[in-house]
T-cell receptor
Framework: GAGVSQSPSNKVTEKGKDVELRCDPI?????LYWYRQSLGQGLEFLIY????????KSGLPSDRFSAERTGGSVSTLTIQRTQQEDSAVYLC??????????????FGPGTRLTVT | QKEVEQDPGPLSVPEGAIVSLNCTYS??????FMWYRQYSRKGPELLMY????GNKEDGRFTAQVDKSSKYISLFIRDSQPSDSATYLC???????????FGAGTRLAVHP
């Protein structure tokens, strides 16, 4: 079946502009995660959605970052007033997250963001 | 000190070699352990997923978890040039939780 898809695959933006990154999870997966992969920083967690529960936003680096998930499916990560240090690959993952087991997270191809 | 330590390599081996990749961690509360493979400019691909201590085998890949030593390993038998990638270990406290990643080890298998 179809995997996690993300768009755009690449985004170049000027410092100070807002950007929106989109994630389509695997159909039927209830949990959705955003991670960021920076050179020299590895993969770091940003935010997590599970069903109708309040999202876990503990990894968002500043209030310029926000995310929403509409209808329990598609998610959008928004970065306002982008800074050069926001340049990274933004990865989305989804998980079936049903007992027992099935917590494996499957990743999309990522969006490469470059802030000039 | 990082929660998960992983030698970034690079690790270069000849085709057919047995490869050993390792991670250590500091928090004994981790329960789920994963290995991902990431090719250049691609998303991470899940290779192995284990719960608690023990071994798990899938084809040429074997994952080991030693919770008493806070140490996990991935072994690749009969390595192939197509195994050349970055290998990321990841772990979580519980099913729904975020993953904590190691830095990744770059592996090159040369013919």
């Amino acid at each position: 079946g179809a995997g996690v898809s993300q768009s755009p695959s690449n985004k170049v933006t000027e410092k100070g502009k807002d950007v929106e990154l989109r994630c389509d999870p695997i159909s039927g997966h209830t949990a959705l995660y955003w991670y960021r992969q920076s050179l020299g920083q590895g993969l770091e967690f940003l935010i997590y959605f599970q069903g109708n529960s309040a999202p876990d936003k503990s990894g968002l680096p500043s209030d310029r970052f926000s995310a929403e998930r509409t209808g329990g499916s598609v998610s959008t990560l928004t970065i306002q007033r982008t800074q050069q240090e926001d340049s990274a690959v933004y990865l989305c993952a989804s998980s079936l997250a049903r007992l027992p087991g099935s917590y494996e997270q499957y990743f999309g191809p990522g969006t490469r963001l470059t802030v000039t | 000190q990082k929660e998960v330590e992983q030698d970034p390599g690079p690790l270069s081996v000849p085709e057919g070699a047995i490869v050993s990749l390792n991670c250590t961690y500091s928090n004994s509360a981790f329960q789920y352990f994963m290995w991902y493979r990431q090719y250049s400019r691609k998303g991470p691909e899940l290779l192995m997923y284990t719960y608690s201590s023990g071994n798990k085998e899938d084809g040429r890949f074997t994952a080991q978890v030693d919770k008493s030593s806070k140490y996990i390993s991935l072994f690749i038998r009969d390595s192939q040039p197509s195994d050349s990638a970055t290998y990321l270990c990841a772990m979580s406290f519980g099913g729904y939780n975020k993953l904590i990643f190691g830095a990744g080890t770059r592996l090159a298998v040369h013919p």
